[in-house]
């Protein structure tokens, strides 16, 4: 369902402050695979994330999705096959429009579009069944502005809008971050459910390694623009935190072990 292969990105060419954020990065997931990534701060992990989604240009390699080569695609374009949850949970929504009108916008993607805009009965009655789901209360809420939810309930929708065409890709970069503890816990719990569900192939950005253990069938960890470690099936659950730690300090060194690693 994805490959990237040999992937280099380098920000700042030939200036005093050049980065190999990638550096000839190789990855494969296969149709339902749920991948969680965790590494240092400056590891890599967005970026490739970001180059997947077309956000950035790689310098050299390959990406495919779904046997198609979108190295050179727009991300404009690319987002036809990529659903995307962000950090910021603003990020995801339009603040202005009503929830049913964010969902409408979320399923018509990519879709023709006409000169009318008008949201069907059966349009929303799918909505409203979609949105009970999130057990937040959103169901009765279709025409509230977005912009009166709170950080959590906005994430869950975008979590929502970003299934909702079931993409070739789910990109999650540390999408329960900005949210407290139980927000944070049942956002996760959604994302897994409807990654489950859909049987879609997802990779989740995290700082957290006890997520990063609970979550998915595979995890890896990187530094360096590389992947350093992976792990699945029974041997990632079988993992304890202790153990990632360990293994970040014997393949990087203990620089690679932040405080924020250490506190998640």
Known sequence: MLKVEQVVKVFGHGTINEKVALNGLNLSLEKGDFVTVI?????????MLN???GVYAVDDGKIVID?????????????AYLGRVFQDPMMGTAADMTIEENLAMAARRGKKRTLRWYITNKERKEYTELLSQLELGLESRL???????????RQ?????????????????DEH??????????????????????NNLTAMMVTHNMN????????LIMMN???ILYEVGGEAKQLLQKEDLIALFAKKAGDGLVSDRVLLS
Request: overall charge positive.
């Open 51 to 53: 180059s997947v989604a």
């Open 67 to 79: 046997g198609v080569d979108v190295t050179h695609l727009s991300e404009h374009k690319r987002a």
């Open 176 to 197: 329960t971050a900005a949210l407290d503890p139980k927000t944070a816990a049942k956002v996760l719990e959604l994302s897994a459910k409807l990654i489950r569900e």
């Open 224 to 226: 360096e623009g590389q």
């Open 211 to 218: 997520d990063a253990i609970k979550y998915g069938n595979r």
């Open 156 to 172: 869950a929708l975008t979590l929502l809008m970003a299934t909702l065409q079931k993409p070739k890709i789910l990109l999650l």
């Open 143 to 153: 025409t509230h502005k977005v912009g009166l939810l709170s950080g959590g309930q």
């Open 39 to 47: 590494g240092g701060n400056g590891a890599g992990k967005s970026t």
